[in-house]
Every structure is written in structure tokens, then in C-alpha cells.
């Protein structure tokens, strides 16, 4: 995918293992070949070199958690490769506002001063949006292009491979993702989008101290979410 997307992408070596066969996939292919082609007419977020950051940050054997978000934010300079994170210095968008609230409420903690989540994968939280790109300015515009099959093969290889993932699913685009995760061997939280349109079904969820709990009774170390930068 050229420098932007490689066609062997720059991916960290244990999903590389695992995924290998997605990226001689033909739809892969054609998900580059769209992507190269965008470039060239719009800007795209994130910018190529971060559009595997959540795997670059949350190596295959350490993921613990899984929290799922739809697309990129859109805006310029938004989007570091994290679903809900944004980068450094950058306003906090009114869903990772929510999320933050709900923390605070949850763990009893100070609002964070930066919306970078970089922290959060680095402890083994998989931030995974489900399309990886996106035009600026257009939302749900790279939906439909291929990514959601090669995100879907993630869920569902992390599933297979591993056991004890707290999948942490917000809204109903996450909640669809659900069948692909095997219940017998890992944990699913649910609960509304943090969107300003559905937060009151959000707040209360108290998903950061149920998480930790679940991690700890399967023998994990418990996210540090306080961490955050």
C-alpha cells in the first residue's frame, strides 16, 4: 500500500503471524488499491504510518481487553490509529468526553487532561476500530471497502487463539460484533454508544472497574486506566 498502506504492512510481528493470510486476501488487495486511490483525491485519517497503531501498541499475546469503535475521527489531526483516543493537545471529542466521565464516576478519578489512549493499549487494550480509515471530513465513508472483513477476522482470531479477552462492547455496531467472540472462553461487557444521543444508557456502566475485576479473577494484572498519555 505504498507508503500510506503497504502492501506488506508495517505491523507488528505477532499479528503479522497471525493475519498473514489477510493481506493475500483478494479483498485486501482491493482495499488497497481503493486506499491508494483516495489518497489521491482527499486527505485520509489516520495518516498511513498510524493506521496500525492499535496492533503496533497491543502485540497479539498481550491483548487482555478489547474495546471496539466504528470509524476514525475525521477531523484533521484527530485520529491516531485508537478507536475513541485523539492525539495530543487535540479538544476531546463528545464520545471519549463520555467515556472519560464515566471513568471518573466509575474509578473515582480526576477528568485526564489528554485524549491520547496511548497508555491504555501499551497495558494490552486493543482500541480497535472496525474500518481503520476514513476521507476527511465524511464519516462511515471507507465503510463497506473491505476492512470490517479484515477486522472481523481479528475479533475472531483473538477468540480462537486466545482466552480471558474482556470484549468490551459500546453501542450496537460493537454488539453486532458478538458472535464472532467465543463465550466460553472470554467475557463481554455491554452497553449503550458513549455518543451524546445514546450516553444515558452509557453512563453507569461502570465498564473500567468491571473489567479489572474480570482480569484479576482470571489471574490477569488489572488495567491501569488512570495511565493515560
Known amino acids: 500500500m505504498s507508503s500510506e498502506v503497504p502492501s506488506n504492512p508495517q505491523i507488528h510481528e505477532s499479528w503479522r503471524e497471525v493475519l498473514a493470510?489477510?493481506?493475500a486476501k483478494p479483498y485486501f488487495v482491493a482495499l488497497r488499491a481503493f486506499l491508494l486511490e483516495e489518497k489521491q483525491n482527499i486527505p485520509v485519517y489516520p495518516p498511513g504510518p498510524l493506521i496500525f497503531n492499535a496492533f503496533n501498541l497491543t502485540p497479539f499475546d498481550q491483548v487482555k481487553v478489547v474495546i471496539l469503535g466504528q470509524d476514525p475521527y475525521h477531523g484533521p489531526g484527530q485520529a491516531n490509529g485508537l478507536c475513541f483516543s485523539v492525539s495530543e493537545g487535540i479538544k476531546h471529542p463528545?464520545?471519549?468526553?463520555?467515556i472519560f466521565k464515566e471513568m471518573q464516576k466509575d474509578l473515582n478519578v480526576p477528568y485526564p487532561k489528554t485524549g491520547d489512549l496511548s497508555k491504555w493499549a501499551q497495558q494490552g487494550v486493543l482500541l480497535l476500530n472496525t474500518t481503520l480509515t476514513v476521507r476527511e471530513h465524511t464519516p462511515a465513508s471507507h465503510q463497506g471497502k473491505g476492512w470490517e472483513e479484515f477486522t472481523d477476522s481479528v475479533i475472531r482470531t483473538l477468540s480462537e487463539k486466545r482466552s480471558g479477552?474482556?470484549?468490551?462492547?459500546?453501542?450496537r455496531h460493537a454488539q453486532n460484533k458478538k458472535p464472532l467472540i467465543d463465550m466460553s472462553k472470554h467475557f463481554v461487557l455491554e452497553a449503550a454508544h458513549p455518543s451524546p444521543f445514546s450516553a444515558n444508557g452509557f453512563f453507569g456502566c461502570r465498564h473500567f472497574s468491571k473489567a479489572n475485576y474480570l482480569l484479576m479473577q482470571n489471574g490477569q494484572q488489572p488495567v491501569n486506566w488512570l495511565t493515560i498519555g
Open 21 to 23: 493470510a489477510e493481506f
Open 165 to 171: 479477552i474482556v470484549f468490551i462492547l459500546w453501542g
Open 94 to 98: 463528545p464520545s471519549l468526553v463520555n
